[in-house]
């Protein structure tokens, strides 16, 4: 997995490639809690690139937007792959944060 980030104005795009599970969300939640304690508030996560999510991967997610909650800040998703896609409508994500098609839709999301 790869990650990095780049700001559009007060938003934080976060773009993430290839798989994120077990083994790679450890480098996800440690690159977050950077970007959070370094000020960011709303994240967009671009994962256009993305080629599988576990539990663990949407853990990360999860726990990103739940710390931002009380700052003020919330996580949108987008360009997700139809297989991606699928995991996130089965586990229900859709309904704890913006899942949209792009990053112009994310960045309104808020």
Known sequence: MEVSSRQLGPNTVVVVSGRLDTVTSGQLDAF???????????LVFD??????????GLRSLLAT???LRPL???????????AVQEVFRIAGFSS???????IEA???AF
Do not use: N, W
């Open 32 to 42: 977050l809690a950077k970007a959070v304690d370094e000020g960011a508030r709303k």
């Open 47 to 56: 994962f256009a690139e993305v080629e599988f999510i576990s539990s663990a």
């Open 65 to 67: 937007a739940k710390r």
């Open 72 to 82: 003020g800040g919330g996580v949108a998703v987008c360009s997700l792959r139809p």
């Open 96 to 102: 704890l944060m913006p899942v949209v098609a792009d």
């Open 106 to 108: 994310a960045l309104t």
